[in-house]
């Protein structure tokens, strides 16, 4: 159990085009999903904290309009990435927290690898 | 900011050696994680350990946490050459369930 999905896998688009990335808990709810970025050959860095419900949290530096949260359900939160531009290109990966279950643990999805022309 | 910082940042080996890769954190921590990643892929959790606790086994893994010295080692005995990938530690802070990731060592085993 505990796994996460993210979809699509993979997306190219053309700058100045809008992205959403959906990320699922399939077999589980999650209040609080979390969203990273990862560059080529880099760590993982934290973007936002997605809760149910209310509005996300987002890390310094990581623009609120640019890269909107909504997590709309228990078991869904999607990330749209508004007016890409080629920096933008990234890897991006989600993870869940599971209601009732460890506060410690965070199942990840397989991530999305955006690329934008 | 990222907090944890792995050494060393690469590290080829043969099938059948050992691996140890080093973390070192800078503030308080409630738990630290590893976790292994392959190439493009998403992360797999691999093992917890928490603030009061200094050594940790599953399987063929071994992890150390010395909190005085703020740092923490992975141990992969009897490396196998699906065993290749990244390998990153996490922390999470007293009282938070955010993780902060560090640099990641990437780890080759040679068949």
Redesign the interface.
Known sequence: GAVVSQHPSRVICKSGTSVKIECRSLDFQATTMFWYRQFPKQSLMLMATSNEGSKATYEQGVEKDKFLINHASLTLSTLTVTSAHPEDSSFYICSARRNGGSTDTQYFGPGTRLTVL | S?QGEEDPQALSIQEGENATMNCSYKTSI??L?W?RQNS??????LI?I?SNEREKHSGRLRVTLDTSKKSSSLLITASRAADTASY?CAT?GAGS????????TKLSVIP
């Open positions: 990222q409630n738990n994680q976790y493009g892929r998403g992360l797999v959790h917890l928490r990153f999470a369930y955010q993780l902060t990731f560090g640099k990641g």
